[in-house]
């Protein structure tokens, strides 16, 4: 049985740091591209970043220069650090697994790519 598990979510001030972390159980995370989707309330799930099984890395503009993706294969785990924090970036944050090869890393955007996903850590960044 294959699971993600987020963490690391929390209130923070604006201008703050967190460092979320998504956990695979039943498979190696590195035979998977993993993205970071966010979703604030009353608005769609969006893709924040994502990490391909080959390195590739996409982040979306709003996040481009303030957040980082990463993996630990040693340790299953993809990580975000999430720097200069503000107010919107307020939503429940979700990791995500897709065991599809695209070539065009903006297809991992699609959220039919994901097989698995977690259930969710809240972060509210406060102003």
């Known amino acids: 049985q294959v699971q993600l598990v987020e963490s690391g979510g929390g209130l923070v001030q604006a201008g703050d740091s967190l460092r979320l972390s998504c956990v695979m159980s039943g498979r190696r995370i590195n035979d998977y591209a993993v993205g970071w989707y966010r979703q604030a309330p009353g608005k769609e799930r969006e893709l924040v970043a994502v990490?391909?099984?080959?390195?590739?890395?996409y982040y979306a503009d709003s996040v481009k220069g303030r957040f980082t993706i990463s993996r630990s294969n040693v340790k299953n785990t993809v990580y975000l650090q999430m720097n200069s924090l503000k107010p919107e970036d307020t939503a429940v944050y979700y990791c995500?697994?897709?065991?599809?090869?695209?070539?065009?890393?903006?297809?991992?955007?699609?959220?039919?790519?994901?097989?698995?996903w977690g259930q969710g850590t809240q972060v509210t960044v406060s102003s």
């Open positions: 995500a697994a897709s065991s599809a090869y695209y070539s065009d890393i903006i297809d991992y955007s699609r959220m039919g790519a994901y097989r698995y």
């Open positions: 990490i391909t099984t080959g390195a590739s890395i």
